[in-house]
């Protein structure tokens, strides 16, 4: 009996990892790019640019130990501080020490509640296809750079990002190229030939992620964004990946549940920093 409870508590914890892990891969190919930079530490892992918004900057995976995290807390201050980089700090389960949260607000970090996420997972086979499709709707894979337009329509609109922000993104995404080959796959769905919502697939060894999915606010509620995603999953099933997996707010979490994922006990924080005088800068990410 509590060899089964254990080895069920080991795959859990394998599962809590790779949601968590595979947000970092994700987001450290994207920031392999001409226009950001990948600092991948033992203790974190550091994405810039020279945008100056917290969307374009990012800290994951910090693991600090308790003895440690005051002085190496400083030391991450200091950067953003001299380069005047507002940042981002996504907290998963697997960053430490416990105390991590405090010492963030210690150090001006804002935590915004709007932002906490779950993470969840599907059985790809077990993928619910049937479901109603929005009349008028295609959805495209981002092929070329006309593609990379319609796709930031929804994702600029959908995130309620600033024009720059959304074209930084769309530079570093785009700077990748499209082959077919890549690991990262962008999708947008389109009513009536209107681009209607967005999202990226990203494909490691077994795994497919569901990142960025976002909607024009006109074309919310039409079923757009759960086609897409559906379209995306299918397609990491046919290429031979057996999970599918993404983070989702409360508020989509239901959808999600209908296409067959399942809660994961896993949450995530999102944390801002600004600069010494710096406005706040706002986004609906």
Known sequence: MSSSVSTST???????EEIESHMGKYMSWLYSSPYSRVEDEKEFLRLTSNVPNPFCNFLFRLRFSEEDIESRMEDMMRFFESRSLPTSCWVGPCCGPASLGKHLVSHGFILHKNLES???????????????????????RVEDDNDMRLYLSPFERGFEFPKDIAAHWGMMDASHGFDASLPRVNYVALINGVPASCTALFKTTKVAGIYCVATAPEMRRKGAATALIVKALRDARDEGLGMGLLQAKAMGASVYRRLGFVDRPCKFDWYTWQPSGAAQQQSGH
Request: proline content about 7%.
């Open 118 to 140: 779950m993470g969840m997972t599907i059985d790809l086979e077990a993928l619910n296809e049937d479901l109603p499709v929005p009349e008028g709707l295609s959805v495209k």
């Open 10 to 16: 080991d795959a859990e914890k394998g599962i809590v």
